[in-house]
């Protein structure tokens, strides 16, 4: 079965910085787009950042941009965020997603892992 398993969520201060990983089985990681949502309580879930199968191009959601770095390793079957200058705003749940580089309709996703921003 496929899974996607975030880790290192947490509690950080306004300013302080955090890492992101998520690790991913039971599927082809170097065939899948990689992707970072969040989701506040009461909003929608938006796009964090998303990185092509070889890392070569990424893109980024406007309220992060200079930020956050998404980044994989295909050889570990991971990709990670790095969050730096987090804001209370960044305070969410956040989740993996893999979409399938071919087949675009097979998509998975992580359970989630809360990050909380906040003095």
């Known amino acids: 079965q496929v899974r996607l398993v975030e880790s290192g969520g947490g509690l950080v201060q306004p300013g302080g910085s955090l890492r992101l990983s998520c690790a991913a089985s039971g599927l082809t990681f170097s065939s899948y787009r990689m992707s970072w949502h969040r989701q506040a309580p009461g909003k929608e879930r938006e796009l964090v950042a998303t990185?092509?199968?070889?890392?070569?191009?990424?893109n980024y959601g406007d309220s992060v941009k200079g930020r956050f770095t998404i980044s994989r390793d295909n050889a570990k079957n991971t990709v990670s965020l790095q969050m730096n200058s987090l804001k209370p705003e960044d305070t969410a749940v956040y989740y993996c997603n893999a979409r399938h580089w071919v087949a675009g309709t097979v998509t998975y996703w992580g359970q989630g892992i809360q990050v909380t921003v906040s003095s």
């Open positions: 990185i092509t199968r070889t890392g070569g191009s990424t």
